[in-house]
């Protein structure tokens, strides 16, 4: 794929699997501009008690303010929430690439259709994480992405 560099998901999973080894939820999100990091981050619910610390959330917060987010890629391990891909949107950033959706998904066409490129990559590493941690700790990830 043009433009999708797998370092990048390489650090996703990394940051990933730093917050599962903390007891949180396993998702990493990097921000960066072609190669170069700008930000990045992980889920940090269960580690800051803060319910919309999203790995996405927790990425844009550490970056910082940004003038522009149009040249810039958001990737994550997983496939964003709505909350995730509202500021997506809200913030003007045109590319995400995401490690995989098969644990959780259905955002796409909300992104692709306001103009967003949406990259899946389908990582073995995120998605084996991310299901591993499911079946550890169904009632945190319900809580994550508020299912009842
Ligand atoms: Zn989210």
Redesign the pocket.
């Known amino acids: 794929m043009p433009n999708v560099n797998l370092h990048l998901i390489a650090r996703c999973y990394d940051l990933a699997r730093k917050s599962y080894d903390e007891g949180g939820l396993p998702i990493g999100s990097v921000l960066a501009r072609g190669a170069e990091v700008i930000g990045e981050g992980h889920n940090q619910r269960v580690q800051h008690g803060d319910p919309i610390a ?4 927790d990425c844009l917060r550490n970056a910082g303010r940004q003038p522009s987010y149009a040249g810039l890629t958001l990737y994550t391990s997983l496939s ?6 509202g500021t997506i949107v809200q913030f003007g950033i045109r590319h995400v690439v995401i490690a995989e959706n098969t644990n959780f998904g259905g955002n796409e066409d909300f992104l692709r259709e306001r103009g967003v490129r949406v990259d899946i990559v389908d990582d073995p590493r995120c998605t084996d994480l991310m299901a591993r941690f499911i079946a550890e700790k169904p009632a945190l990830w319900n809580e994550d992405i508020a299912a009842s």
């Open positions: 999203h790995g996405e959330m964003p929430c709505m909350m995730c891909a």
